[in-house]
């Protein structure tokens, strides 16, 4: 089963990488044709609805397809997951678990301000921390740049737990929208030092490296002038 899920999700992931990677080029459509393709041929044999006594692999790569397929704009994929998030919020078990943060990022992806406010609303009614994960990680997946920089703030306010502080951190860098606006946001607070906490940044300290910023200040990061040892060891 293990090598099942790698080799599919790796399979899976490689079209929407490439979309995303390809974004702001002139040739991504050729990209999002395969990927389009590729995908939906996937989710059709999985179809939407969990089989009894079906792999884990199906489970994830259900999740995933639906995810990948509603930022490639899939017309169908995106009515449905509109429906499904109208269901949602009448009766909050109308979606099975797995799905329901690939349906709250399409929504997102495809939403506005209001979608927005909505899923603030869900995040603050959700009983359980993983419930406020899934809406926490459907916000950012906006388009907009400002409700993108909205989510990035309300993630750094007291409504969320300071060991999920990153998580929005780490989505919207991945958000092809969010790129030009997350360094930009989060340098203030690294050279201020003190606005951030600690534990935020040695959480995104073992993936910043890969990502969005410069070597040298992922070495600053690390430094103990950023968090002296009284700090760290709270």
């Known amino acids: 089963i293990r090598d099942d899920l790698v080799t599919g999700v790796q399979t899976c992931a490689l079209p929407i990488f490439l979309y995303f990677l390809t974004f702001f080029e002139d040739f991504n459509h050729e990209i999002r044709d395969y990927g ?29 397809c639906i995810a990948a397929l509603g930022k490639m ?16 919020q009448k009766n909050s078990s109308s979606i099975p678990t797995d799905l329901q943060e690939s349906i709250f990022i399409v929504i997102a992806w495809h939403g506005d301000s209001q979608t927005h406010k909505k899923l603030i609303s869900l995040y603050r009614k959700a009983k359980s921390q993983e419930e406020k994960i899934r809406f926490l990680t459907g916000m950012c997946y906006f388009k907009d740049e400002k409700l993108l920089l909205q989510t990035l703030k309300f993630s750094q306010s007291i409504e969320v737990r300071s060991q999920n502080m990153h998580i929005p951190i780490m989505r919207v860098a991945g958000n092809p929208y969010g790129k030009k606006i997350l360094w930009p946001w989060i340098k203030p607070p690294l050279i201020g030092k003190n606005e951030v906490s600690p534990y935020l940044f040695m959480s995104l300290f073992p993936w910043a490296k890969h990502q969005f910023l410069p070597s040298s200040l992922v070495i600053w990061m690390a430094s103990p002038v950023i968090f002296p040892i009284s700090q760290q060891t709270k």
């Open 36 to 64: 389009l393709n590729y995908l939906r041929k996937t989710l059709e044999r999985l179809t939407w609805t969990p089989k009894k006594g079906e792999k884990n692999t199906d489970s994830l790569l259900r999740s995933y």
């Open 73 to 88: 704009d899939d017309e169908e994929v995106i009515a449905k997951a509109e429906q499904m998030f109208q269901q949602f």
